[in-house]
C-alpha cells in the first residue's frame, strides 16, 4: 500500500511527543514490511522542507502557528499529483478535515480529543477555536473509520454521535529494548515522580501539594519533576509557595538512558491529569517496575489497572494522591505486588502488535472503500 499521513508534528521536530512517537512507529514498521509511507507535518526554524526517516518520506510545510491551514491546502495540492490508497490523518490538536482534500480513504487517528480540557491549557479565545473545530469531527468524518488508542477515547467519540462500528482500539506499543528493569537498587529514601510535559492542563499542582501532605507522614521523601514546558515557571513559584525547599527537584528533559535509569531507582510515579489519550508515561515507568497514583479519568483509567498496577484516585483531590502515595511507600508487599503486576502488564504492549493491528484496519478499510469523501 501507499500511505499518507499527516500530523502536526514529524519525529524529529524538537517539540515531539507521545502522539508523534506513536505514529512514528507504526510508519516505520509498515515501511519495513514492505509498504510506502508518505509524512506531512509542519516545519521548524532550521528543517529541512524534506527529509527521509526510518523510510519514510517527511514534508514539511508551514509552521505550527499556521499548520491548520497550511497542511491541508498543501495536502490538497500535494494529491493531484501523487495517489495514495489510504490517507491517515492524527487528530492530537486541532483537524485538519482530510476528507475534505483526498479522494483516497481517510483514516483518522484520534490519541484523546480535547473539549472542554482546552480551558484549563489555553486561553478563552484559542481553547474555543479547539472546542468549535472539534465539533465538527462527526459531521466531516461521518463516513470514516476511526482508530483510538484507548477504551476512554472511543468512549468519548461515541458520546459525540459517532458510530461505535467506526471506531477500532488499537493499544499503543512500549520500547521493550529501552524501558525495562535494570536490576538496579531503589534509591535509599523514597522518591515520587512526575514525568511528562509541563503544560498547565496536565495538574501538576495536585502532585506539588500531596508532596506536602506526604511529608508530614514520610519526612524523607522528595518529587522529582521529569520534563519540561511552558508552565514549568509557575510550577516552580508554586513549590515555593508551599514551602517544599528540596523535597522537589526540577530536573527538566533526561536522555532516555539516564531517565530509564532513574526511573529504576525511583518508587513511584503520580500523575493527576485530568485527561490522557492513553498515558504513555505511566507504561514507561511500568516497564521499569514502578507502581503508579493517577487520576481516575478517560485514558489514565485504561493504562493504569487499579489494584494491579497502581491505584487511582479522584482528580484533583491532593490527600487522595497523598493516601494512595503513602500507602504504597510504607506497605513493601503492596509496592512490590504493584511492581511487578505494572512489568507483566506491559508485555503485551509492543510496537509491532501495534502496527500489525493498524495494518488489519488499513486493509479492511482499502479493500472496501470506506472512509472517502463525506
Not at 490519541?111 to 486561553?123: C, D, I, K, Q
Not at 507502581?291 to 484516585?313: K, M, N
Request: glycine residues 8%.
Amino acid at each position: 500500500m501507499k500511505i499518507c499521513a499527516v500530523n502536526w508534528r514529524d519525529i524529529n521536530n524538537p517539540d515531539a511527543g507521545g502522539a508523534e512517537v506513536h505514529l512514528h512507529e507504526i510508519l516505520r514498521r509498515l515501511v519495513a514490511w514492505g509498504h510506502e509511507a508518505t509524512q506531512i507535518s509542519a516545519g521548524w526554524p532550521g528543517c529541512l522542507p524534506e527529509e527521509t526517516i526510518d523510510g519514510i518520506r517527511v514534508l514539511r510545510r508551514g509552521r505550527w502557528y499556521d499548520a491548520n491551514v497550511a497542511l491541508p491546502l498543501f495536502a490538497r495540492r500535494h494529491f493531484r499529483h501523487r495517489r495514495y490508497d489510504v490517507v491517515l490523518e492524527d487528530i492530537n490538536k486541532l483537524p485538519f478535515f482530510m476528507p475534505l482534500a483526498s479522494s483516497a480513504p481517510v483514516v483518522a487517528v484520534v490519541p484523546h480529543l480535547f473539549g472542554t480540557t482546552a480551558f484549563r491549557e489555553a486561553n478563552p479565545a484559542v481553547a474555543t477555536v479547539v472546542w468549535f473545530f472539534e465539533r465538527f469531527i462527526p459531521v466531516v468524518f461521518r463516513r470514516n473509520e476511526f482508530m483510538v488508542i484507548s477504551p476512554s477515547t472511543k468512549d468519548d467519540l461515541v458520546a459525540r454521535g459517532i458510530d461505535e462500528r467506526r471506531i477500532t482500539v488499537v493499544l499503543c506499543g512500549l520500547d521493550h529494548d529501552r524501558y525495562r528493569e535494570l536490576g538496579l537498587e531503589r534509591f535509599p529514601d523514597p522518591v515520587v515522580v512526575h514525568l511528562g510535559r509541563l503544560r498547565k492542563y496536565k495538574s501538576v499542582e495536585v502532585a506539588l501539594r500531596a508532596m506536602r501532605r506526604v511529608r508530614e507522614r514520610l519526612p524523607s521523601a522528595k518529587l522529582v519533576v521529569i520534563g519540561d514546558g511552558p508552565h514549568r515557571p509557575a510550577l516552580e513559584r508554586e513549590a515555593a509557595r508551599l514551602g517544599l525547599g528540596a523535597a522537589v527537584e526540577f530536573r527538566g528533559h533526561l536522555a532516555t538512558a539516564e531517565l530509564v535509569e532513574f526511573l529504576n531507582r525511583a518508587h513511584l510515579l503520580v500523575n493527576p491529569s485530568p485527561k490522557e489519550g492513553w498515558g504513555l508515561t505511566v507504561v514507561e515507568a511500568g516497564a521499569c517496575g514502578m507502581p503508579v497514583v493517577a487520576s481516575d479519568r478517560p485514558g489514565l483509567r485504561d493504562s493504569v489497572r487499579h489494584g494491579e498496577t497502581g491505584l487511582l484516585v479522584p482528580y484533583g483531590d491532593d490527600g487522595a494522591f497523598a493516601e494512595a502515595a503513602i500507602r504504597i511507600l510504607e506497605d513493601r508487599g503492596l509496592w512490590r505486588r504493584l511492581s511487578r503486576g505494572a512489568v507483566l502488564r506491559v508485555q503485551e504492549l509492543t510496537w509491532d502488535r501495534c502496527a500489525r493491528e493498524t495494518l488489519d484496519l488499513l486493509e479492511r478499510v482499502v479493500g472496501t472503500g470506506a472512509g472517502g469523501r463525506p
